[in-house]
């Protein structure tokens, strides 16, 4: 056969075959292109991003979603991180229309040299048809699909919208999709921020994500990081003075979670269950943004006044002893730190390891290494706990409290000296709004959320105890009585069939104090009296009453014992109801989410609170239009007089009642109520001025005592002033103008009616204009009237 024979054989072997592989080829796409997925759909893709959840002022509070995914657009990807994915993946990205033919070719001699399908020669174009509408399957009949795919998307959609979809998709490790998500995730910045080096490390992460990364195998993916450098150089992208500096350049990566700027999870909890309940498993993946109503500042201040409030509690009852202990003996002190590895910082509360101990001081070894001394003023607390009523004798000296090898915890003292502290078994609440429409501010639902999940503020039913009473003084007004009404505080028993037992209630302080006015039984929080004022208007009338305040009838008890807060509510109910005295008697719904914007940047949903608008005329709903929403309008459910008279009393309280510590905030616009149930169970402070209304509670889980003395004014009111001292920093006093309707005058101390003229020990007090008293003999409570609870006399209500 001669060479011109042979040469005519080959052409018609290649062009037989090529016609072959063009019929094939025809069959095939007449099979596969009516089952191509539209292409349409990649120009309005929704990638997975989580949902984000920020405080009113834009600052991150949580991130919830199984994938990290920040998307970013073309123009704001650094150039260089485009050179390095060319020259990782593509280097002819720019040149072929889909399909490298050269690469498919190189593919396809490797596979007859080596006789197994291995991945190669896949274009950008082709990974962006894998991950959007493809299996990662290793199929010739998939393989196909993706070419054909690649050349509908090349007609579609131009090189930067294909690029763009590339670097947002690409699963990059460590549920990192996109490249600025890995960014965030192995370096904690943004692709801006990044090196030439470690914006080749990002490019290197496609080929095997989650073995080769720079935290799973960082010498096989700074091998690969390398290579990319080297096609970078060769290819011409960099310099030899770049390439030089990136490859001596140590890539320094380790896994970064996502920091909330704010710290609220409770209430970031509340927004994620809100959402689901909206949208369902699409809100972890729709890339929702939602703005909530709370104050970066407030809640700040709130985290804090909880913490400290709380550790105050725990250090007033003793030590309880180390977190846990271990033997240093021939333990190296480099390895030191890493024993404190399972004992987590909580509630900003630090860990630490005693590793040398002094007469009246300790050596402590930190999680960061540091070392620090604690010294005597910072131990000397530390009496050891025996029971919330007793605690041992106090330490003499350092040894009396700690020892080598315990691992405790450390806080910093106001005075910035570091202390012994430990963390507190007592939970507590903290919930803020502000009274003019219900705007959740800040709230805390117990110490640490990694502690313990359930939201106290919102979810934890327990008595208000005295705390409640402002709600039956308000309906003894309406029903009523005045300021000065008389009424006897002495001895009682009930036979109340709604009690199914004798019923004796006492004070606090066990003492008895006779005739009192009901100004003074309010600010001191007399329990007798405000048992007898319920049974004057009615435990039935008083619940339905609580209704105005936002209270169901069903949750309160129809007996004698509302009066003393014998009722289970919630920190939030608490705040809504004082709300209505804060902001002129109006009930507002509390609500968190301000804003939900799509993935878009569109807002599909803004909340619309009712408003507090005295000055609004009647029926004015509807009629007024803000440009986005018709004016909701919060309705009256007390007359300004009722709130007037209650806000006043409510200010006593503070001014020189249970509440008086609150007196060091140096305001005169506080007003509030302290409330303490049986056995010291719950403690609570509920207080406001014009502006904000807040609710703090402490107690335990378990329905335990918290101790004697730890009252409300003790254990909850000092977390009420840290809050509201930073809240109301800089806020300027106000104060209220006294509605029409009421007159002030001097009484009688003693009898609650007009002083006669020249009454030495007259006092001022307000009234009603049509309840007020005349002057009239002394006759104060015996203990044995049943006053009707009307009419304007105020000696008449004795009983």
Not at 427 to 451: E, H, K
Not at 703 to 721: D, I, K, Y
Not at 744 to 749: A, C, E, K, S, W
Request: with cysteine; hydrophobic share 40%.
């Amino acid at each position: 056969m001669n060479f011109t024979r042979l040469v005519r054989l080959i052409l018609s072997a290649v062009f037989t075959l090529a016609i072959v592989l063009m019929v094939l080829s025809a069959v095939l796409y007449v099979k596969i292109e009516p089952q191509l997925p539209s292409i349409e759909l990649l120009k309005d893709v929704q990638l997975q991003v989580p949902l984000r959840i920020y405080t009113s002022d834009r600052k991150l509070l949580a991130v919830f979603g199984e994938k990290r995914r920040t998307p970013v657009q073309i123009e704001n990807v650094p150039p260089v991180l485009i050179q390095a994915f060319l020259a990782a993946e593509d280097d002819r990205f720019f040149e072929h229309p889909g399909v490298d033919f050269q690469g498919l070719l190189r593919a396809g001699i490797e596979l007859l040299r080596t006789g197994e399908k291995r991945q190669g020669g896949s274009t950008i174009t082709m990974q962006v048809a894998r991950n959007f509408f493809l299996t990662t399957e290793k199929t010739y009949l998939r393989k196909l699909t993706e070419i054909l795919l690649a050349f509908k998307i090349e007609h579609s959609l131009n090189k930067e919208e294909i690029l763009e979809l590339y670097l947002n998709k690409i699963f990059l490790g460590h549920r990192a999709y996109g490249v600025e998500a890995a960014a965030q995730v192995y370096y904690g910045v943004g692709i801006d921020e990044l090196s030439v080096a470690r914006l080749a490390m990002i490019a290197a992460l496609p080929k095997a994500p989650s073995r080769v990364n720079p935290v799973n195998d960082p010498t096989a993916a700074l091998v690969r990081r390398n290579y990319i450098l080297g096609r970078m150089y060769s290819l011409g992208y960099i310099d030899a003075e770049v390439y030089r500096k990136a490859l001596a350049e140590e890539d320094g990566a380790e896994l970064h979670t996502v920091q909330a700027e704010v710290t609220a999870p409770y209430l970031a909890e509340m927004v994620r269950d809100e959402m689901v309940m909206r949208y369902g498993e699409e809100a972890y993946t729709s890339g929702f943004e939602v703005v909530t109503t709370v104050e970066s500042s407030l809640q700040t201040a709130a985290n804090r006044a909880l913490r400290d409030a709380l550790l105050e509690y725990s250090r007033r009852h003793g030590y309880r002893g180390p977190e846990g202990h271990v033997d240093l003996a021939g333990v190296a002190a480099d390895t030191w730190p890493d024993l404190l590895a399972d004992f987590p910082a909580l509630g900003d509360v630090e860990a630490g390891l005693v590793t040398a101990v002094e007469d009246h001081s300790a050596r402590v070894t930190l999680r960061d290494r540091q070392t620090i001394t604690i010294e005597w003023d910072g131990l000397s607390w530390a009496r050891p706990y025996q029971s919330v009523n007793q605690l041992g004798k106090p330490p003499v000296k350092a040894a009396d409290v700690v020892a080598v090898g315990d691992i405790t915890r450390i806080e910093t003292s106001k005075e910035g000296k570091w202390r012994l502290t430990q963390l507190p078994l007592v939970q507590g609440a903290l919930v803020s709004l502000r009274p003019d429409d219900g705007a959740v501010v800040a709230l805390v639902g117990g110490f640490d959320y990694r502690l313990s999940k359930f939201n106290r503020a919102t979810q934890a039913m327990r008595q208000p105890g005295s705390s409640f009473k402002p709600i039956i003084y308000s309906a003894a007004l309406e029903k009523g009585f005045t300021t000065a009404s008389i009424i006897n505080d002495a001895p009682v028993v009930f036979d109340d069939n709604a009690l199914e037992s004798t019923w004796r209630p006492e004070n606090y302080s066990g003492k008895f104090y006779g005739p009192t006015r009901l100004r003074e039984a309010l600010y001191l929080s007399r329990n007798l009296v405000s048992v007898r004022i319920l049974q004057s208007i009615g435990a039935a009338y008083a619940a339905q009453y609580a209704e105005r305040f936002g209270f169901e009838s069903s949750q309160l008890p129809k007996d004698l014992t509302l009066a003393l807060g014998s009722a289970s509510v919630t920190p939030l109910q608490m705040a809504r109801a004082f709300a209505v005295f804060a902001n002129g008697g109006y009930l507002v719904d509390p609500y968190f989410i301000r804003r939900i914007h799509a993935a878009t940047g569109e807002v599909i949903y803004s909340a619309k609170p009712r408003v507090v608008c005295p000055d609004c005329p009647p029926g004015i709903e509807g009629i007024l239009d803000d440009g986005d929403s018709n004016l909701n309008l919060a309705p009256a459910v007390i007359t300004p007089q009722n709130v007037w008279l209650m806000n006043s009393m409510l200010q006593d309280v503070i001014q020189r009642g249970t509440g008086r510590r609150a007196s060091a905030l140096g305001r005169t616009d506080l007003s509030g109520k302290t409330g303490t149930t049986n056995d010291q169970k719950d403690a609570w402070f509920c207080g406001y001025n014009p502006s904000l209304v807040t609710t703090t509670w402490v107690g335990f889980d378990k329905l335990e005592p918290l101790g004697r003395a730890e009252t409300g004014g003790q254990a909850a009111l000092p977390m009420w002033m840290e809050y509201m001292g930073a809240a109301l920093a800089g806020v300027k006093t106000q104060t209220r103008e006294q509605p029409d309707g009421l007159v002030t005058v001097r009484i009688d101390p003693k009898t609650g009616l007009l002083a006669r003229n020249g009454q030495a020990d007259a006092i001022f007090e307000t009234f009603r204009v049509e309840d007020v008293p005349q002057v009239g003999v002394d006759s104060r409570a015996t203990g044995t009237g049943s006053g009707s609870g009307s009419g304007s006399g105020a000696v008449e209500q004795l009983f």
